[in-house]
């Protein structure tokens, strides 16, 4: 056996867990649906953008309506029938047809060849910037401007002290990192605990017992966890990033990149409560999986465990209040939903330093005293094939 248990234990676990087909399934699933989205949405964007004229397509209008200058080349006084064999002899590439009600009814017949499937035709937008085009020139750029809602609205907000006040833009990395520690219990906690528990059931765990310690071997596996954890976040954080560098010029995208506050302190002080926050999670589902005899048992505790953890947002008007009542103390510190409580006082703004310290410090201890019962749970019970609660005065050194 190698000198450093605990580190070949936590490389076997990783190597293993990492060459699961399962494992690159579930961790590419949402990156790959994020993708997906912005995929839609940069098509359907596209789709949407108003298109250019293009100088080589023949444009054809009959404006009963009188809407356009009669200057206009596009314009031509025929009839709606000889457009539609205009279009037909290919002496024109669209035929648009503004009939005299069209200020009451606003339809614009379009008429063009096409013979493919053409389900997501743009040729009906090229009336509407010819209109656009020829109305605009008939008002000043500042007239256009009013009309069109094309001008920029200023959002200045304050504190009651008249300060500026930047709550989103604080809240936007806390947030992100609450999204992770999610994604992290929910897929990975109960990969740990039903690793544990099947080779418990296999018979797995009198095997490896008797070439590594309990300790080794609980913690070895909580330890990859954790490195598996940071691909997951990995293959969460790159495609977002690069789905924010393609949409950088978006307005909304820039808008939110401007307005994110980038506090080190803050950044670190979220990491810790994450990494730390993270090994209490999985360390109460370790645990789990050491006290149930079978997969089957220990599929019945998960439920509880992730509702504790997310038991917070059930009281998200509580936690969003500018002063904490007593709800949000007890969750702030209570240990299972201590985690998420934090991260969501430290979203909204109202989670102080000292706080966020003693709460760092109370997971650290909780997380150190349920790894600690878990490793001699595992070790008293890993032949237990029945339901072990250890004993909290008479522990099996």
């Known amino acids: 056996m ?52 293009d100088e080589n397509t023949r444009i054809t209008i ?15 006084k ?14 024109t590439d669209l035929y648009f047809y503004i009939p005299a009600d069209f200020k009451d009814t606003k339809k614009v017949g379009l008429y063009h060849i096409s013979e493919g499937l053409d389900i997501f035709n743009t040729d009906g937008q090229v009336i509407k910037v010819v209109l656009k085009q020829a109305l605009s020139s008939k008002f000043s750029d500042v007239e256009v401007a009013a009309l069109t809602g094309n001008f920029e609205v200023t959002d200045n907000k304050l504190t009651k002290t008249g300060e500026e006040s930047n709550a ?8 992100v990192i609450l999204v992770l520690f999610f ?25 490896i017992l008797t070439s590594v310690s309990a300790k080794h071997l609980i913690v070895g596996k909580i330890l990859s966890m954790m490195m598996l954890g940071v691909i997951q976040i990995l293959a969460l954080i790159i495609p977002l990033i690069v789905a924010l560098i393609i949409y950088k010029d978006n307005p909304m995208v820039s808008q939110i990149l401007s307005t994110i506050e980038i506090n080190p302190i803050t950044i670190i002080e979220n990491i810790a409560l994450f990494i730390f926050s993270s090994l209490l999670a999985t360390g109460f589902l370790t645990y789990i999986g050491a006290i149930t005899p079978t997969a089957k048992d220990a599929s019945q505790f998960i439920g509880p465990v992730i509702i504790g953890v997310v038991f917070p947002l059930y009281f998200m008007s509580s936690f969003m209040a500018a002063e904490p009542n007593g709800l949000v103390y007890f969750l702030t510190y209570f240990p299972l939903s201590a985690p998420t409580a934090m991260m969501l006082r430290s979203v909204f703004g109202t989670l102080s330093t000292p706080e966020l ?15 600690r019962l878990t490793v001699r749970t595992f070790q008293k019970n890993a032949i237990n094939f029945s339901l072990a609660l250890p004993s909290f005065f008479k522990i099996k050194k």
């Open 2 to 53: 190698n000198k450093n248990p605990l580190l070949t234990v936590t490389k076997f676990e990783f190597i293993r867990q990492i060459k699961k087909p399962s494992f690159w399934a579930t961790i590419l699933l949402i990156p790959a649906m994020v993708i997906v989205m912005f995929m839609i949405s940069m098509f359907a964007g596209g789709k949407a953008n108003e298109p250019t004229l």
């Open 62 to 76: 009959t404006d009963e309506a009188n809407v356009l200058p009669k200057e206009n080349p596009m314009v031509a």
């Open 78 to 91: 025929i009839s709606k029938e000889e457009g539609k064999k205009k279009v037909i002899n290919d002496e």
């Open 168 to 175: 989103l833009g604080k809240a936007i990395i806390p947030g």
């Open 183 to 207: 994604f992290f219990v929910t897929l990975f906690g109960g990969r740990l605990l039903m690793t544990v528990v099947e080779e418990k059931e296999n018979r797995i765990s009198e095997m």
């Open 357 to 371: 310290i003693v709460g760092i410090v109370e997971i650290i201890v909780l997380s150190f005293i349920v790894i």
